[in-house]
């Protein structure tokens, strides 16, 4: 049996050896807790939800069966986007529709690998980390404009 959170008999964090991963680890980290620190409600879901997707993701690689494309990664994806569709209809955020458009187009990136199987799996894999990279932009810069609205209002 694994280990929690473990691949192949690795541990999660040994499974995160290149500096992309390292970065997105690190980027990770610091906008979640900026968001949970500072940001709204929406901010704060969006930001448990992303943090739980970075955990999910690697553990998600091995369903299916199939190296390309993740399904595994894309049901997580799927996951994420549906949530940040809750917010965009319950919430009144800008940033929500960035964060969208970037997990749309990582679906759309799940999709492409689908339709070509000859993609270049490097290519597909780093589509993946620019548009978390993406995601992760949109609720950083919301974190400051929610800071914004209380003092807004708290001045009101």
Known sequence: MLAPLSLSGMSWFERINAPVQLTGAVATAAVTLLALLKGGVPERIAACVSLAAFFLSPLA???????????????????VLAVVTLLIWFCDRQWLIG?????????????????????????????????????????????????????EAAGA
């Open 99 to 151: 964060a969208w458009a970037a997990e749309a187009l990582t679906l759309m990136c799940h999709a492409a690998k689908l339709a070509d199987v000859t993609l270049l799996s490097r290519g597909y894999v780093a589509s993946l980390y620019i548009l978390y990279s993406g995601f992760l932009a949109s609720l950083a810069w919301d974190v400051f404009g929610a800071r914004a609205r209380r003092a």
């Open 61 to 79: 690689q091995q369903l299916g069966g199939l190296p390309q494309p993740l399904w595994g990664v894309a049901a997580v994806d799927a996951s």
